[in-house]
């Protein structure tokens, strides 16, 4: 890693406490924290030093700590390297009991934007669990899915403005996994795919776990922050995916109007058309719609489709816009479902690249989510009036306990981007797990490590417990300022 970057990077950490155990303890949160690659060489003690304004006895020191704990590994001659201790890796959680998932007692969780299921989720068990005698005596293999569910996305799709036919959808194990297909079916190692910043981590995880790069498209207050100039365009243009969620944006929440997405399908397909088919070069590159969130955006606040708005005003086909959805978050996460809506010539491909990996989803689950979209209306309603109290009382709660942080304005979705008055995020949110609140920071939410004056705030806290949580985390960014040192028997949330 160049030493300038590391720099920065380390920057949060520095200015409290040695320097040595600044240094040490920045490049662990780093390594922890993902931003650091394991395998990752590290600049040398001398030019980190100077990038850091040090002296190079404060890098050895903090290199000598690294290595003993297991975090930094030196050859002779080929510098040293990011690692783990053993048993360790970056998305272990060293408070967890080991081979389980229970949380300690007293620590609120809040690294999931997802709600407990709605009571129409054991009804539709219920019913699904009467309709699966019909399915036994087939095999159970469905690759483009149960016709039936793509009959009910399909349906659901066109209700909401995206006339759909069944053969568009494919049915997958949730949005995520229709763009891990994207990504399998289009890319390439080295080409580029452009993500929003912020943006959710697994869709940069996924692009970088298929040797794709990723490019950040801004946002904005006012949304995608698309270059000015021509060349700008045509560069943003070079990328063979873009994936984009003008619904509920995660994690900022803003709902892009019908002006903001013209302006982004004329910046991105510019060049669609072009000869080669989706994902090839100079066609401009495939708009993975992702509408994850969308069903959570209240019908006076939504907006055309993109891929409606992309057959209607620029005559495209599912093959230059593709939508991605999912049950989890509009409904339950437990219930690992979703779609992809494009052309049947590009699902066939899907379905074709998806037979290497699990092939089909269970019939159960299936015919479980197709109980669930035909009481959609009552249910996201009941959802959507439960976020927004929730909402309400975050931002009345967050306004009164720090009124110098700020918010960006949520019109809808599962969180609260929140930003602090000085870049402390990751700090922060060590000392909340500390108080036992579980946060991430919002460097994880970006490609370059940036974002360290950001944290999310998922509303899965009830309004009434909102003061207390914000309470917990003004103390936590308290700490983080005073650099207090961690206690050896924390305080745990209680509301």
């Known amino acids: 890693m160049d030493p300038g970057r590391l720099s920065s990077l380390l920057v949060p950490w520095l200015g409290a406490g040695a320097a040595y155990t600044a240094v040490a303890d920045g490049v662990r949160g780093l390594a922890l924290d993902g931003r650091l690659p394991v395998g990752a060489r590290v600049p040398s003690e001398r030019a980190l030093a100077a990038a850091l304004g ?49 949380e300690p007692e007293g620590v609120l969780d809040l690294t999931m934007a997802a709600l407990p299921a709605p009571a129409a989720v054991l009804d539709a068990v219920a019913a699904a669990s009467a309709d699966l005698p019909l399915q036994l005596a087939h095999h159970g293999m469905h690759a483009f899915g149960l016709p039936v569910l793509r009959d009910a996305v399909a349906t659901h799709l066109t209700g909401r403005g995206l006339a759909t036919r069944p053969e568009q959808v494919l049915i997958t194990s ?41 490019v950040a498209l801004p946002i904005g207050e006012s949304g995608w922050e ?19 969620t003008p619904d509920a944006q995660n994690p900022t929440g803003m709902v892009q109007d019908d002006d903001a997405r013209a302006e982004l399908l004329a910046a991105l397909t510019s060049g669609a058309g072009a000869a080669g088919g989706p994902g090839s070069s100079g066609a401009g590159p495939v708009v993975a719609v992702d509408e994850t969130f969308a069903d959570l955006v209240a019908p006076g606040e939504a907006q055309t489709p993109l891929a409606a708005l992309a057959e209607t005003r620029r005559r495209l086909s599912g093959d230059e816009v593709v939508t991605l959805g ?18 049947p010539e590009l699902v066939s491909r899907l379905a074709q690249v998806r037979a290497g990996l699990d092939i089909t989803s269970p019939v159960l689950d299936q015919l479980v989510a197709v109980h669930l979209l035909a009481r959609a209306p009552e249910v996201l309603a009941e959802r959507r009036a439960l976020l927004a109290e929730r909402r309400t009382g975050m931002l009345a709660a967050l306004a009164a306990g720090v009124p110098d942080w700020t918010v960006r304005p949520a019109q809808a979705g599962l969180v609260l981007w929140v930003g602090l008055p000085t870049p402390s995020a990751t700090q922060l949110v060590t000392h909340a797990l500390d108080l036992g609140v579980r946060l991430v920071p919002g460097p994880r939410f970006t490609v ?36 207090a040192p961690t206690s050896r028997t924390p305080a745990r949330w209680t509301a």
């Open 54 to 102: 040090v002296s190079r006895t404060t890098v050895s020191a903090a290199y000598d700590v690294l290595r003993s704990e297991g975090y930094l590994r030196s050859a002779h001659g080929a510098g040293s390297r990011v690692s783990l201790p053993t048993g360790s890796s970056p998305v272990e959680r060293p408070d967890v009991e080991p081979g389980g998932e229970r």
């Open 326 to 343: 999912s049950v989890s978050k509009s409904f339950w996460a437990g219930l690992r479902l979703g779609w992809v809506r494009a052309s």
């Open 174 to 214: 949730g949005a995520l996994q229709g763009w891990n297909l994207l990504l399998r079916a289009l890319a390439r190692p080295g080409q580029r795919a452009l993500v929003e910043q912020p943006t959710y981590p697994a869709v940069v995880d996924a692009v970088r776990a298929h040797h794709v790069r990723p």
């Open 448 to 483: 370059d490590g940036t974002g360290d004056r950001w944290i999310r705030v998922p509303l899965t806290v009830p309004a009434e417990d909102a003061p207390a949580l914000v309470a917990v985390l003004r103390e936590a960014r308290a700490r983080a300022l005073a650099s």
């Open 226 to 244: 698309l270059p000015a100039s021509p060349a700008g365009r045509r560069a943003m243009a070079q990328a063979v995916l873009a994936h984009v």
